[in-house]
């Protein structure tokens, strides 16, 4: 099985790859076009600002890329957010796979939401044994909107999107390398797609 972490300078790279060295698996960090086409499974990070993130990802090539990929895709945190429409944040356009906006979180809660939160209405393979109402850490001050594209939900301020999937593509808000056996269960399901 190869599994590619892409590596394009915003992204939580090294704990996503103990995560899956937990799980007995070794994960290659690249941005390299080859190794990302030929692997059997893609992870796509991401920390950090939208714009000078997409900026990062237009000077290598991969925001043609990655939309464009055929085998399971999953984007972690900002690179699910990468994979939508357009960001508030930095008036950044997305990669446009997901057809969602992602919006800032308002004023009246504290930003960013940091910290362990629930997921709910869950519905995909990739939340196999996962309990409704799991928790999952997050850290972020934009959400995706609710749309049709939610596999599960989060709520905060206003519920919603933490996990989206449109065919082969796959997004999570939060960031199962850090949360726990759940987090390590859903990679585990990643893997198994």
């Not at 090539?61 to 990655?66: F, H, N, R």
């Not at 109402?133 to 933490?162: G, K, P, R, W």
Request: glycine share 8%; with cysteine.
């Amino acid at each position: 099985m190869k599994i590619v972490i892409i590596n394009y300078g915003a992204g939580n790279i090294k704990s996503i790859q103990f995560a899956f060295k937990r799980l007995g698996f070794e994960a290659l960090l690249t941005n390299n076009p080859e190794e990302i086409k030929t692997a059997d499974k893609v992870i796509f990070p991401g920390v950090g600002e939208a714009s000078s993130a997409m900026q990062k990802l237009k000077e290598s090539g991969l925001d043609l890329l990655i939309p464009q990929l055929k085998q399971p895709v999953l984007g972690i945190c900002l690179g699910m957010q990468l994979m939508c429409k357009s960001t508030e944040e930095g008036n950044t356009k997305g990669l446009g796979i997901f057809d969602v906006e992602v919006k800032r979180f308002s004023s009246t809660v504290k930003v960013p939401q940091m910290g362990w939160n629930t997921i709910s209405n869950l519905k995909s393979d990739l939340f196999k044994d996962i309990k409704a109402n799991e928790f999952m850490y997050l850290v972020h001050s934009f959400y995706a909107e609710q749309c049709q594209e939610a596999i599960a939900t989060t709520t905060y301020d206003v519920e919603y999107t933490s996990a989206l999937q449109k065919d082969n593509f796959y997004g999570v808000q939060f960031h199962p390398e850090k949360s726990s056996l759940a987090g390590e269960q859903i990679l585990r399901n990643f893997i198994n797609l």
